[in-house]
């Protein structure tokens, strides 16, 4: 189960920065929506990341638990990298290309650091 929750996780993670963030290339709308940007986004993610880390595998005591926990955290990984992508997709247009770059490193260190967690779970 170890290989597969590993193989799962970056599977999702190069194919769901590529869909997101290159191929549908998804920005949120132009206008000033500071309730998006302060208010919704941070919410929803911060409900996404503990979820995430609330949860253990070695805590699931049947089989549907065990699935239902491998859905949800595929639900999770795939929310997390829209929402980043997106997010970096529209701030793109104001930030020189250094900035890009350093955007992106964080907000891919940050799903990075999600598969980093479900590795150490595996482990424990």
């Known amino acids: 189960m170890k290989a597969f929750v590993i193989v799962r996780d970056f599977l999702i993670f190069i194919l769901g920065v590529w869909f997101f963030q290159f191929h549908t290339r998804y920005t949120f709308p132009e206008e000033d929506n500071l309730l998006l940007y302060f208010v919704a986004i941070p919410v929803i993610w911060s ?42 997709n529209t701030i793109a247009k104001t930030l020189d290309p250094l900035g890009i770059i350093f955007f992106h490193f964080v907000g891919w260190t940050v799903i990075l650091s999600l598969i980093f967690y479900d590795i150490v779970d595996m482990y424990r």
């Open 47 to 88: 409900t996404l990341i503990h979820i995430w880390t609330a949860t253990s595998y070695k805590e699931q005591k049947n089989l549907f638990m065990t699935v239902f926990t491998h859905v949800m955290a595929i639900l999770l990984l795939i929310s997390t990298i829209f929402i980043i992508s997106a997010t970096l």
